[in-house]
């Protein structure tokens, strides 16, 4: 039996046999966890995790919380999750799952993410908008963003970018949305959009999810029409900075959502924020960043592997200087995270 080069296999189990069995495999990396924050950090790496839940010692996560991140991890293919006794009397099918992981380069043709937050100010519109211009850059696949606001969009003002609002695209059979930088764009006019039934909005954007590979959701929670669409959302991702009022939102608001839901710490400057993030338990951190305006996808490069997991690296790609600079002379936005 031989294993792809480069396969990732986590281990968290007692069982001696496994190891045994492992080493026999060559090209695979063992990688062994003993608690469950050991095991959450290595989930996004692995294309295999065999794993005993009664050996595993809780620290960070719950037990229950690994287990339902593996299985939608597993459900997305972005994982093969067995426990011990399994692998040891099926090595060669659950060695072939984790092949399939680790050389699939197709995304789900259909999924949506969801950023939200109950908090203002933690860069929850920058980061969408990165994700989105980065997931075209690299893949050349539609992608659509759509905002959920009270009062005035984020989108425009942050883009300064002239587009039809939802209103309009919804009422108006000959108005289009805008493309901006290959991301199809709907902002929200809310003070029209809250005269629609709820029933047309999500009929019209679950339309659009539709015709896109990914969908990205940049919402205010709780919202008065995001009900509509709530559950086309596959991953939720509750935004939050090192501030102790957006700490404890994201707290809230992740119990809320539930399973689904998953913590983004953003703009972490280092050791002085780690204080007040005791005991915050979170899918990614992501780091300050002095100019967000120039949309390079350094913040959502790293969602995008935390979303997609493993498929996701084979999509990275050097992107040519000269395009990036062209992106920042062109550029007309704010300097700073917004919404």
Known sequence: M?????????????SVEVF??????????????????????????????????????????????????LSEAQEAQRI??????????????????????????NLPKKFTIGLSAYSGGVGKTTLALD????????TEQPVLLVEFVYGASALSAITQFAMPYLYDLITKAD?????????????????????????????????QFSNHVLSVIDAIWPHGLLGSVVDEVNRWLVVTTPRLDAIENAKKLQAELGSRAAVVLNQKRGAADSLALSGLERGLDLPYVERVDQWNGRLGRDLLRYVYGSTWRQHEKSENVF????????????????A
Request: hydrophobic share 40%; aromatic share 6%; charged share 20%.
């Open 175 to 207: 108005v289009q949305p805008a493309v901006y930088q290959k991301v199809t764009m709907i902002p929200m006019d809310y003070d029209n959009c809250r005269l629609l039934p709820a029933a047309e909005v999500g009929k019209y954007l679950k339309r």
């Open 80 to 105: 093969a999750w067995t426990k011990s006794s399994d692998f040891l009397t099926a090595r060669e099918y659950w060695i072939e799952q984790a092949s399939r992981v680790i050389g699939g380069i």
């Open 2 to 14: 031989k294993a792809p080069k480069g396969l990732q296999v986590l281990v968290a189990t007692k």
């Open 131 to 138: 994700t989105a211009l980065h997931f075209a850059r690299c």
């Open 323 to 338: 395009a990036a600079l062209g992106r920042r002379l062109t550029h007309r936005g704010a300097g700073d995270q917004l």
């Open 20 to 69: 045994q069995a492992l080493r026999t495999i060559p090209d695979l990396e063992i990688r062994p966890a003993l608690t469950t924050e050991q095991i959450a950090q290595l989930i996004p790496t692995a294309q295999l995790a065999i794993i005993d839940p009664s050996d595993v010692v809780e620290h960070g996560y719950e037990v229950g919380r690994i287990q339902t991140i």
